[in-house]
């Protein structure tokens, strides 16, 4: 026998069995072990697995809920009954074709009609508004304030309303915001000549083209002249950006109280101006109604022009409000056929004076 070796007794015989039954029991005794472990970790995961069903239910609900709709944008459409409305008056008025122009566009509910747009009239005072325009522009940008003077140069002085002339003499500074607000409210000739002989007439008239897609004929730049496409565009321009025209579109309300557009509408706002020279008598602005439009009529040779726009305007009032049905009037396609002018205009010729009355 070797050194350091034990020999095994020959009656020792391993205990297959009972080694067996021990590693099963130990083996029992591990499973339980880890049953018990795992056990809570499961129901935990059942529960966790529970609540995400649940909140995957929440969300796929909520996710079917319908969204509100957005309401579709209102696309324009010529207006049939103002159309038939205009012909109308032409007739009972007895306005030849030429010499009416005119535009409405209902903000509300895009509704517009548009008549002889594109022919252009001696502008009048209706200049007074785009002129008025591009100084608050200035003013605005930071280069003008209200208190900027402006000199009253020779040349400019011309009669009509306002108090420029008698408060004034020519060489004197005059505050800005009193010819903005003298020549919108009163309609002050010498204030708005003031302003255009500031600028340059040239400039002045390149510079309120800003306010209008059209395509201006040459004689834009040289003659105060003006068309119901032009005016529009310069309507619809303070009517979008009246943020920036707040003081100008108080003093287009306070102007002509009691005549043209405004005479017979007394409930509601009228921020307009009017202009009126050698036969020629316009007005233009924008109406506050229940429905608020934008609306000018430009006359030429009309027999007593400002009552039959203060009449027109009165209808078209009255049609915006419901309370006038176009088909009592006349039948739509019963539409004005004058062609030719019974009467010779005896204007003066317009060349670079601004005849702003």
Excluded: W
Aim: with cysteine.
């Amino acid at each position: 026998m070797s050194k350091g070796k034990h020999a095994k007794p020959n009656s020792y015989v391993k205990p297959k069995f009972k080694k067996s039954l021990l590693l099963v029991l130990l083996s029992l005794v591990i499973l339980c072990i880890i049953f018990d472990i795992l056990t809570p970790m499961t129901d935990t995961q059942s529960i966790a697995s529970t609540n995400q069903e649940v909140s995957n239910s929440s969300v796929t609900e909520a996710s079917i809920t319908p969204e509100p709709e957005i309401p579709k944008e209102i696309e324009p459409v010529e207006d049939e009954n103002l159309k038939a409305l205009i012909n109308y008056e032409m007739s009972k008025y007895n306005i030849l074709e030429n010499n009416l122009s005119f535009f409405y566009y209902n903000t509300e509910n895009k509704k517009y009609y548009f008549y002889n747009d594109d022919t252009y009239f001696t502008a009048a005072s209706t200049i007074k508004v785009p002129i008025a325009m591009y100084y608050y522009d200035e003013i605005n940008s930071g280069n003008l304030t209200l208190d900027t003077p402006i000199l009253y140069a020779k040349g400019c002085y011309e009669a009509g309303g306002g108090t420029t002339a008698s408060l004034y003499s020519v060489g004197d500074n005059v505050p800005l915001s009193h010819l903005l607000e003298q020549s919108i409210i009163n309609s002050d000739n010498t204030a708005v000549n003031i302003l255009i002989k500031n600028l340059g007439y040239s400039n002045a008239r390149k510079g309120i083209t800003k306010y209008s897609d059209e395509t201006v004929p040459e004689d834009f730049y040289t003659n105060n002249i003006t068309s119901a496409g032009f005016s529009y565009d310069v309507i619809n321009y303070l009517y979008e950006h009246q943020d920036n025209y707040q003081k100008l579109i108080e003093d287009m309300k306070k102007s002509s109280m009691g005549a043209y557009l405004k005479k017979y509408i007394n409930d509601y706002d009228v921020a307009h101006k009017y202009g009126s020279y050698s036969g020629y008598v316009h007005d233009y602005g924008i109406v506050y109604g229940k429905e608020t439009y934008l609306v000018g009529i430009f006359t030429k040779n009309v027999s007593g022009a400002d009552e039959v726009i203060a009449q027109i305007s009165l209808d078209i009032l009255n049609y915006t409000l419901g309370n006038l049905d176009i088909n009592t009037l006349m039948p739509k396609d019963n539409v004005n056929t004058n062609t030719t002018e019974n009467s010779t205009s005896n204007e003066t010729s317009i060349n670079n004076e601004t005849n702003t009355n």
